[in-house]
């Protein structure tokens, strides 16, 4: 249903039954898909793959070019899962030449005032709270959490499952399961609350506490754990994954809290 009072470029392909409050702004090569409603006051701009289901509150700016100044008017998108929330004021640059896009996976839910800059790859079921700002080239896995005003510097990763507390700034990369807090920012445990939000058995939390107890809390050094890891805990899938996660960090993982 478009309201009248809203624009929507003859360009733009809409679903039916896609809802359109009035003085929003739907430019050419633009995609929404069924079920979508756009709150009034919101900008979406070339390049938009909009999912179904999805709400965009008012002030939300989705699909701006990059704040890149190599940027040349490249022919690249942003997409944006189904049933994502997207809240007020929300910004979300498309993408570059670097990965020709940015996205947003399914079910997020992304608070007000968030910034997602161009080629981050977002997973699905992550929450950033209020003011939570993603720099350029970041990726971000599947049921991540920044608390508010977490600050992400660019070319970052962040884990599955890791839960990264309120007015942070990840400089490094942040491993799967963890909380991660402090400045410097660091391992301050395994993400428990949210692991058995998520169906993880007692006996599987423990393991990955055992990994990271290894890795953050013996004096080793990040390959030395790495190497005791892998000669002495059975092989499972969240081991091979916090292993693959540390050898393929291009950043350096974070450290652990050292209380002097």
């Not at 942040?174 to 301050?188: G, I, N, Q, T």
Request: glycine share 8%.
């Amino acid at each position: 249903m478009n309201q009248p009072l809203a624009y929507v470029h003859p360009g733009a392909k809409i679903a039916k039954n896609v809802v359109i409050e009035p003085f929003t702004t739907i430019h050419n090569n633009v995609v929404i898909g069924e079920g979508t409603w756009i709150g009034s006051n919101v900008t979406i701009m070339e390049g938009a793959r909009i999912g179904k289901n999805c709400s965009i509150f008012p002030g939300a700016v989705i699909s701006a070019t990059p704040q890149d100044k190599k940027f040349n008017d490249e022919d690249t998108v942003t997409e944006i899962g189904d049933n994502t929330t997207i809240r007020e004021c929300v910004t979300i640059n498309r993408g570059t030449t670097d990965r020709m896009k940015t996205k947003i996976g399914k079910n997020c839910w992304i608070m007000a005032y968030c910034h997602i800059a161009h080629d981050c790859i977002v997973g699905d079921n992550c929450i950033f709270s209020n003011n939570s700002t993603l720099a350029g080239h970041i990726n971000v896995g599947n049921y991540v959490v920044l608390a508010g005003m977490a600050a992400v510097q660019q070319f970052c990763s962040i884990g599955n499952h890791a839960f990264v507390t309120g007015g942070s700034l990840v400089r490094k990369d942040v491993p799967p399961f963890v909380k991660a807090a402090r400045e410097p920012l660091s391992y301050v445990g395994i993400n428990s609350i949210g692991l058995r939000r998520r169906g993880f058995t007692t006996e599987k939390i423990r393991e990955i506490q055992n990994i990271y107890r290894i890795l953050y809390q013996q004096n080793y050094n990040n390959s030395q754990a790495v190497d005791i890891i892998e000669a002495e805990m059975e092989a499972t899938p969240e081991r091979d994954e916090v292993l693959e996660f540390i050898k393929n960090s291009q950043r350096g993982i974070m450290k652990g809290y050292f209380s002097n």
